[in-house]
């Protein structure tokens, strides 16, 4: 569910420049009262005082990262207090990270957390006051997942992105730097300083359920160089990316929210294929790392998830990759997790294995009270726990929260969903659309030979607050090229009736666009684009999804590949379509013949153009 309208700010109370102002001398002092600084490092120095005049219970509080729901940290509406009462037993999150002294708080459109840039920023405001304002305490570390493409929590008026498997099919490394910097700003704009992006995993998989387009493609190097240029974006506007799903998610056929994934690939093949983005990501300087809920028995054959190996992520990610940087987990709350222990033993175990950021447990109440009991009854050394405090510690320092841990109204009417950023946006998004059938060069269409067009097909929910839906953004941007188009929305799983109705009005048009979606051998999609063909007039689809419809089209005289339903992808195929952009997208993954797996129709790297 992505609930990303926009609305008023309600009464979100919004910190006065004099709280503000003492609330940051306040963080001042404490780091000046840590001591002498020490030439070489008076910053480490002086976070490992702020560690040692915490309590245990303020250290277990650091490691967790928690949703809260509401638009204000201290006025949510009355359905958002009730649903922290009843899933969190706070009523805000002003409360939440007074009763748990949390180190993160991560922002969900579904929680209410995102309706526009100017809420959001109070909100930031709002948790960080309230942090603040307690004894010792410290700034939040406040993260979201703002992958774009099909995975964003900020929606409009910010700037919306085409997702991973779009920006590699346009191959460009200054395009995906681009991207982090510009998505980058907008979000510490907003008081979002941790975003869970890039995904590192390589989709070798076409029937991966949960990655699939949000992956750059399937070729490690191809992959390795994309993820390594959104992180340099990213941390340079001063944001922390996070490379994820460590150790890959790309060759899997179930989604760990609801499932217990097995990667089977041997060591040699995990070396080659797998690992190759999280060096470049680690070698970039990345902030972050995501576990996966996965188990890899190649990796550590004990039937954990990765999430709660040693062996995995002190074994190889910190011994054997060299990474000394946060890691995070995956949501706790995912059932890949929860398979074979309990919600009590899930972040204790999470700990041993090496992690240092506790993500969104189902239940905070006992997942902080595991750890502290874990802690007392000697499980858990305070050691263990100030070695990633620490590391939670150094990031948020070197974010500058320690500084400057609010943001300004006039900061995001500056930077969020300007003219200049939307169109850099355009720009991006016009090199990644792939063409990858064009029968007698029926493309570029003629306003001309075919001024009345049909758009017809699937309408999925719209991803990240965009416009919506791909059938009315398609219609629209084609009118405004100059056609005379309209749009039928046809579903994902069209009837009889329903393609029967598709069918008596491209007779009235002079060419049908059909956007589909993950169409499959037994698709009534493929059924409604076989029979709009019959018709005789010329059909355009486009591939709002996956590439990999193409196989099962074989009728449809022009395909193309748009890798999300977002308006700005949308935008950029009717562009194509219409002539006005040449399309330059190459092919990030293979794309196999519908009718024999084993044999590749489109290889990695095609790509049609005028």
Not at 466 to 478: D, E, I, N, R, S
């Amino acid at each position: 569910m992505h609930d990303t309208g926009t609305g008023s700010t309600g009464n979100t109370a919004r910190p006065s420049r004099r709280a503000v102002l003492a609330a940051t001398a306040g963080v001042t002092a404490a780091l000046a009262a840590a001591g002498p600084a020490h030439a070489a490092a008076p910053d480490e120095r002086r976070l490992r005082a702020l560690v040692a005049r915490m309590t245990l219970e303020e250290k277990v509080g650091q490691l967790f990262v928690m949703r809260v729901y509401g638009h204000s940290a201290t006025a949510p509406d009355q359905a958002d207090i009730d649903a922290n009462i009843e899933e969190i037993g706070v009523r805000t999150a002003a409360e939440l990270v007074a009763k748990y002294r949390v180190g993160g708080i991560i922002y969900f459109a579904w929680a209410h957390n995102t309706r526009e840039p100017h809420q959001i920023a109070d909100l930031s405001n709002g948790i960080q006051k309230a942090s603040l304002d307690l004894p010792r305490g410290l700034p939040v570390l406040i993260s979201t997942d703002q992958e774009h493409g099909i995975v964003a929590r900020v929606g409009k008026p910010a700037t919306l992105f085409p997702g991973a498997m779009a920006v590699g099919a346009g191959g460009s490394r200054s395009d995906a730097r681009a991207l982090g910097r510009i998505a980058g700003a907008e979000l510490r704009a907003m008081g979002i300083r941790q975003n869970y992006s890039p995904v590192a995993d390589v989709n070798v998989n076409p029937a991966n359920p949960v990655i699939g387009v949000r992956s750059f493609g399937a070729d490690p190097r191809a992959v390795s160089a994309l993820v390594a240029a959104e992180v340099a974006g990213y941390q340079g506007s001063g944001v922390a990316a996070t490379a994820k799903h460590f150790p890959g998610h790309g060759d899997t056929n179930v989604d760990s929210h609801t499932g217990f994934p097995t990667i089977t690939h041997s060591r040699e093949l995990w070396e080659k294929l797998d690992a190759p983005p999280f060096r470049a990501a680690i070698a970039a300087g990345i902030d972050s790392i995501m576990t996966a809920h996965l188990m890899v028995p190649a990796l550590d054959d004990s039937g954990d998830p990765a999430t709660l190996s040693r062996p995995i992520l002190t074994g190889i990610l910190r011994e054997h990759l060299g990474y000394d940087g946060v890691v995070v987990t995956d949501s706790l709350g995912m059932e890949g997790v929860r398979t074979k222990y309990g919600d009590d033993r899930v972040p204790v175990l999470a700990l041993k294995a090496g992690v240092d950021q506790l993500l969104n447990p189902p239940d905070l109440d006992l997942a902080w009270n595991a750890v502290l009991t874990a802690v007392r009854e000697g499980e858990l050394t305070e050691a263990r726990l100030d070695e990633s405090i620490l590391r939670v510690l150094r990031l948020k320092s070197k974010l500058g929260l320690f500084r400057s841990p609010y943001v300004s109204q006039r900061g995001v009417d500056r930077t969020v969903g300007t003219r200049a950023h939307l169109a850099a946006a355009d720009r991006i998004a016009e090199r990644t659309t792939t063409l990858l059938v064009n029968e007698g060069r029926l493309l570029p269409l003629s306003r001309r030979r075919y001024p009345r067009v049909l758009v017809v097909g699937a309408d999925p929910a719209s991803p990240s607050g965009t416009t919506g839906p791909p059938t009315g953004v398609l219609a629209g941007a084609l009118n405004g090229l100059g056609f005379t188009a309209t749009a039928l929305s046809t579903g994902t799983a069209p009837s009889a009736a329903t393609i029967a109705k598709a069918v008596a009005a491209a007779r009235e048009a002079d060419a049908v666009v059909a956007a589909t979606y993950n169409v499959t051998a037994g698709s009534s999609q493929k059924t409604l684009v076989e029979q709009l063909v019959a018709t005789g007039r010329p059909v355009v689809a486009v591939a709002i999804r996956n590439p990999y419809d193409v196989a099962h089209l074989p009728s449809a005289p022009a395909c193309l590949a748009a890798c999300s339903w977002t308006d700005v992808e949308l935008r950029s195929a009717a562009r194509v379509i219409a002539g006005r952009v040449t399309p330059r997208g190459k092919l990030p993954v293979p794309v196999q013949r519908a009718d024999d797996p084993e044999q590749v129709l489109y290889p990695v790297g095609y790509g049609l153009s005028y």
